[in-house]
């Protein structure tokens, strides 16, 4: 009988390939007949229901387009004013200005406001000052020329003893803590008129901060 030939693809096929064959179908099957956890949809676990809500709400209140942001970037920029406007009447450290935060800057502003400073009666003093150097006598202008210089005078004196005496306040009550800037706070501070510094004083007159 004639001999057929044997293909060699057939003699020479690696026996390695035909066990890995089934194996992997197997593995494949077995994979398909696991069954998936129902609280565990999709390989992720469930979302509880308020942080699916607040998610939702967040992806709702982002801007879709640039208009839109702008309005909401003004909007946002007006309730943190407001909330600063608040804060300056209240003495709330949250939503205090940069300036106007920290214990440092809360001590220097309850130290001038507790006691008078001759600097917060230059307004009322200067009217009258200037009332009088109006006035066409001779006599009466130089009063008012005398007095001016006894206000500034006594302002630039009341501030240096002021300034040495809250400086070693600081050092005594906040060592470890930078003071820097806090004196020339205090200082600015105290040429307002009380009833016009911002924050609103929190301490009475003689009150010791």
């Known amino acids: 009988m004639p001999v057929q030939p044997v293909p060699l693809g057939f003699v020479f096929r ?20 696991q069954t998936r956890d129902p609280q565990a949809p999709k390989g992720r676990p469930t979302p509880k ?25 003004r909007e946002d920029r007006r309730q943190a004013l407001q909330r600063q406007r608040e804060a300056l009447a209240s003495g709330d450290e949250r939503y205090l200005p940069a300036r106007d935060k920290g214990p440092v800057r809360k001590f220097a502003r309850a130290w001038v406001d507790s006691r008078f400073n001759v600097a917060e009666f230059f307004l009322p003093l200067a009217v009258v000052i200037l009332v009088l150097s109006v006035v066409r006598v001779p006599q009466i202008q130089n009063i008012a020329l ?16 002021s300034g040495l005496r809250l400086r070693g306040r600081l050092k005594e009550r906040f060592p ?8 020339a706070y205090a200082l600015m501070r105290s040429l307002q008129m009380r009833r016009l510094r911002l924050p609103k004083p929190q301490v009475k007159r003689g009150e010791r901060p």
């Open 14 to 33: 690696s026996r390695a390939k035909e066990e890995k064959a089934p194996s992997a179908d197997k593995a494949q099957v077995t994979l398909s007949k």
């Open 49 to 73: 229901r308020s942080a699916a809500q607040s998610q939702r709400r967040s992806v709702a209140a982002t801007p879709t387009n640039r208009k839109e942001a702008a309005k909401r970037q």
């Open 146 to 161: 005398l007095l001016w210089l006894i206000v500034i005078v006594l302002i630039v004196l009341d501030a240096a003893v």
């Open 176 to 183: 470890d803590q930078n003071t820097r800037g806090a004196v």
